[in-house]
Nanobody
Framework: QMQLVESGGGLVQPGGSLRLSCAAS????????MAWYRQAPGKERELAAI???????TYADSVKGRFTISRDNAKNMVYLQMNSLKPEDTAVYYC?????????????WGQGTQVTVSS
């Protein structure tokens, strides 16, 4: 089993920045994707950004140009640099890892970290 531990959430004023980190540990086979999802109160969980093993990234339209996802393969970590934060970015942010195990994909989730953007 893989464990994911997130850190870096908190309260920030509009226009500010935060950096989220997620560390994967435990039994890891072959990570094919790492991502950050978010869920605002009363809304469904949505993809914010994803990075694949080859380095390709995809962002939600709402965060393009403001958020940057990166990974450190040697440390099995993924990061989300969030700049120019807006109140609508307020949500619980979840780390996600897709691990290929003998031809199938296992999905792992972190416990979530709260990001609140407010003055």
């Amino acid at each position: 089993q893989m464990q994911l531990v997130e850190s870096g959430g908190g309260l920030v004023q509009p226009g500010g920045s935060l950096r989220l980190s997620c560390a994967a540990s435990g039994r890891i086979f072959s990570i094919i994707s790492m991502a950050w999802y978010r869920q605002a109160p009363g809304k469904e969980r949505e993809l914010a950004a994803i990075i694949y093993s080859g380095g390709t990234t995809t962002y939600a339209d709402s965060v393009k140009g403001r958020f940057t996802i990166s990974r450190d393969n040697a440390k099995n970590m993924v990061y989300l640099q969030m700049n120019s934060l807006k109140p609508e970015d307020t949500a619980v942010y979840y780390c996600y890892v897709g691990d290929r195990v003998y031809g199938s994909i296992r999905n792992y989730w972190g416990q979530g970290t709260q990001v609140t953007v407010s003055s």
